[in-house]
């Protein structure tokens, strides 16, 4: 994502880099003006330009530490997402602990009453003794 922003932010200084010789090429051999007019009027556009691109880069400057500021406060907000999660499962787990051993207990103890059954029943059906 950084490398792709990079290249966005070349390619729009690279576009007003361009646009700004082509704007100039283009006063030059439509000036109905003197040489020392066009001199002064190239000038005056060459600063104004050379204004806009340091504005331009302090622009670029502020988008990218907001940039990293979003990614720290992203990183930040994560890992208190992660220790509240992971301080919830404890908590569960530690609140399931007894209802998960009496289940386990009222398992055991119906396993032991339908052995029971069945050896009662074995012992009172007559068919399976023959």
């Given at each position: ?17 361009v ?14 003006a003197?040489?020392?007019?066009t001199?002064?009027?190239?000038t005056?556009q ?13 622009q ?8 990293v500021?979003?990614g ?6 994560l ?12 908590q569960?787990?530690?609140?399931i602990l007894p ?6 207990q ?9 052995a ?12 399976d003794k023959?």
């Open positions: 994502m950084r490398g792709e922003f990079r290249l966005k932010a070349k390619s729009l200084f690279l576009g007003f880099v646009g700004g010789v082509a704007a100039a090429a283009a006063t030059l051999f439509t000036a109905p003197s040489g020392k007019d001199r002064k009027y190239i005056v060459s600063k104004s330009a050379s204004i806009q691109i340091k504005e331009l880069g302090k670029l400057t502020d988008i990218k530490n907001q940039i500021h979003v720290e406060e992203g990183k930040e907000a890992s208190t997402l992660t220790e509240d999660v992971s301080s919830s499962i404890k569960w787990k530690s609140e209802h998960q051993q009496n289940l386990q009222e398992i055991a103890n119906i396993e032991k009453s339908i029971e059954l069945e050896q009662t029943l074995k012992h009172a059906n007559p068919m023959e």
